[in-house]
């Protein structure tokens, strides 16, 4: 059986609940074991280094080393909590080596709170890598039980699964795994202008139409290409792509109506998970024609 720390991150146990409870569906499902680290902090999703990378590498340490204690690798479903922990676990093994005087003083740090050092001996990974890498596309076929066949899919990755790490397992300009978890589970993967840039999500806050311009690109773009729904990663990038999608229609004058769903909610219902199980009702953009293609 696969076991993993499981970092939920903060965006699914609140704006994006339906993350939380479809990703405990479909683990469940799966005979993956999740062992929640309900001590972690907030990763920061990028904001720490602002004031300082001391601040967000020990924060992350502290993360990194609760998954570390159970020597178990670190999963988390956000592709942002990804990014950051797993820059900051690349960064802190290169410390290791070569500046060990900073990781040194990282674990003073944690020692004054009275938390375990970090240790650089874990591993970071999203869900979807786990599903591909770690679960493998032929057992994850194996467990279909629900046709998609049909079902036209269109991935968005997100940007910090793609490039805050030197090493991931993807093509970084050119990703396929988001594609070939379609595939494995009977879906048909569609091509778009978009699928590796940016939601627009940082900038929403301090300059909204430009951020929902752009998201309302990519959304046009996926939906002029024929896709029935996208399908992330992220949670960022969801609550931008769907939640945000009525407010998107008002700034680019087109009506979009296109499903946005996360990654363990397609996957469940390929498992057989009912939309009930995975949240599916809570999304702001109905997800009723999507069902209705698949037969509910």
């Known amino acids: 059986m696969l076991r993993y720390a499981y970092y939920p991150g903060c965006v ?13 569906a479909l683990t469940q499902k799966l005979g993956i074991e999740l062992i929640e680290l309900k001590k972690a902090a907030c990763c920061g999703s990028g904001t720490y280094k602002e004031d ?15 998954a570390e204690e159970l020597s178990l ?22 410390a290791k080596q070569d500046d060990p005087a900073y990781l040194e003083q990282i674990n003073g740090l944690l020692q004054k709170e ?9 591993r970071v990974t999203h869900l979807l890598w786990a599903l591909v890498q770690d679960y493998g596309l032929d057992a994850l076929e194996s467990k279909v039980t629900k046709s998609l066949a049909g079902l036209k899919c269109a991935a968005f ?26 595939n494995a589970i ?5 091509d778009y202008p978009g699928r590796t840039q940016c939601c627009g999500w940082p900038i929403s806050s301090y300059a909204p139409k430009e951020s929902f311009t752009l998201a309302g690109r990519h959304l046009l773009a996926a939906k002029q290409s024929g896709a029935d729904c996208i399908v992330t990663p992220c949670p960022l990038c969801h609550l931008n792509l769907e939640s945000r999608q009525p407010e998107i229609e008002k700034v680019i004058g087109e009506k979009l109506g296109i499903p946005v769903l996360h990654l363990s909610q397609l996957v469940g219902l390929a498992v057989g998970l009912t939309p009930e199980d ?3 009702a809570r999304h702001v953009v109905s997800t009723l024609p999507l069902l209705q293609t698949l037969g509910y």
């Open 12 to 24: 699914a146990q609140g704006a994006c609940r339906e993350l939380y409870i479809s990703t405990a």
């Open 52 to 66: 300082s990378q001391l601040l967000e590498d020990t924060i992350n340490a502290r993360n990194i080393a609760l």
């Open 73 to 94: 690798p670190l999963l988390t479903h956000c592709s942002t909590c990804q990014g950051v922990l797993g820059h900051v676990d690349e960064r802190l093994k290169q």
């Open 114 to 122: 009275h938390c375990s050092p970090y240790q650089g001996n874990g």
């Open 157 to 182: 990755y997100g940007c910090y699964l793609l490039r805050s790490q030197k090493s991931i397992p993807d093509n970084p300009q050119n990703p396929q795994s988001l594609e070939k978890v379609f």
């Open 186 to 190: 009977g879906a048909t993967s569609v």
């Open 278 to 280: 995975l949240g599916l």
